[in-house]
């Protein structure tokens, strides 16, 4: 019983290692591959079976994504003499086997328009009971840079410190970056100073002899774009005659803002001034009388002039000063606040000669009283 058990054991094992060794992946392509975003790769996994492999034939491809959080994913599967190309969805249409019938021993697929989300560790598993084989691969999709943008920062002019930039937007780090003159002695400033990783060339002390065009090369391991600069170096303009220009053109436009403040002022008050006088001669003005007044005065006239026809001529002298030099109180009232006193608008009362009565009637004369009219033409 004892030699049984370790023979057991013994044959079980050979058995198991023979038929684990059967199936073997015979590719020996590189383990790690490096590709430029749009092209195509192709990732070898060929395979022998033994006679020992009797069982179905399975061929499995997975991704694990670059990011460690996200899960293995299934991206094209051989099963049942089928191939299934759509599991994988940011792969559908872009992944297929290489072999029209992967269980001839070639289980290579092929990846198109690569992006750089197709970076990952690829796994190639073949399965033909008992026999299982697998293989990885590290793929890379590198963005190539992109074309870079070449400036210039600082005045060029003799002197002065002028910085040439070049800079690509996209791309796969690291970028190198490289500048050289392309005109002339071929050489950059001997008093340059170049910054590869960050694509700058500082040049102090500005001369026109550093004037040219320079080329920027940025580049990666996959690709490489580039971009021109013209540099012209210029004589130092006249620095005291443009700050002299300009203090007289900001003293020219202080000026002709005050004087312009000045006339609306100016407008303003006078404004001012016409409406107030406008409102003092309103206020100097008396109230027109009524008609109605108007009639009673010559209805009170009228009736004394009936009157008179009556009076003998020794009464009529009496009734001149009493009747002739008065108002009536009830048909004028002088204004509360003041009453005007214009004496082109008023037409004054001839006071009464010292001719007697007798004389007057004598002559045929009439008393008459004559109306008086107030400013704006109405009689009082």
């Known amino acids: 019983m004892e030699l049984r058990v370790p023979l057991y054991t013994f044959i079980c094992g050979f ?19 490096e590709k430029a975003s749009g092209e195509t790769v192709s990732l070898d996994c060929a395979f022998t079976l033994s006679a020992q ?30 191939a299934y190309e759509d599991y994988y969805p940011p792969l559908k249409g872009r992944v297929h086997f290489n072999s029209p019938d992967p269980k001839n021993g070639d289980a290579s697929i092929t990846l198109m328009g690569l992006v750089a989300s197709d970076t990952g560790t690829y ?37 002065n410190e002028v910085v040439l930039k070049c800079k690509s937007t996209d791309g796969t780090s690291p970028i ?34 550093m004037s040219g065009s320079y080329l920027c090369t940025a580049k990666n391991r996959v690709g490489d774009e580039q971009c021109v600069l013209d540099l012209r170096i210029t004589a130092s303009p006249n620095t005291a005659g443009v700050i002299a220009g300009s203090v007289i053109g900001v003293l020219l436009f202080l000026l002709l803002l005050a004087l312009l403040l000045f006339c609306c002022c100016r407008a303003r008050q006078k404004k001012k001034y016409e409406k107030e006088i406008s409102y003092e001669i309103r206020e100097d003005v008396p109230a027109p009388k009524s008609r109605i007044s108007t009639a009673r005065s ?22 001149t000063k009493s009747q002739y030099n008065k108002i009536p109180s009830d048909e004028y009232e002088a204004p509360p606040s003041h009453v005007p006193d214009p004496p082109h608008s008023i037409t004054p009362v001839i006071p009464p000669s010292r001719v007697t009565g007798p004389n007057l009637s004598r002559m045929g004369a009439v008393p008459v009283m004559t109306p008086v009219q107030n400013r704006d033409g109405s009689i009082v």
């Open 123 to 159: 796994q190639c598993k073949v399965k033909k009971v008992p026999g299982i084989g697998s293989k990885k691969v590290l793929l890379t999709v590198m963005v190539r840079p992109s074309k870079p943008r070449c400036s210039i920062e600082g005045p060029p002019y003799e002197g």
């Open 176 to 209: 190198e970056y490289t500048w050289e003159k392309t005109s002339d002695t071929k050489l950059l400033p001997a008093n340059a100073i170049l910054d590869g990783s960050a694509g700058t060339v500082k040049i102090r002390n500005a001369t026109m002899a």
């Open 298 to 319: 010559f209805t009170s006239v009228g009736s004394q002039r009936s009157s008179l026809g009556s009076m003998s001529p020794s009464n009529l002298h009496e009734y």
């Open 15 to 33: 058995i198991f290692s023979v038929s684990v060794s059967g199936l073997q992946i015979s590719s020996s392509g590189p383990a790690s591959v």
């Open 53 to 82: 492999d009797s069982g179905p034939l399975d061929i499995e491809w997975t991704i694990q994504p670059s990011d460690n959080q996200k899960v293995e994913q299934v991206v094209i599967l051989y099963s049942g003499d089928r």
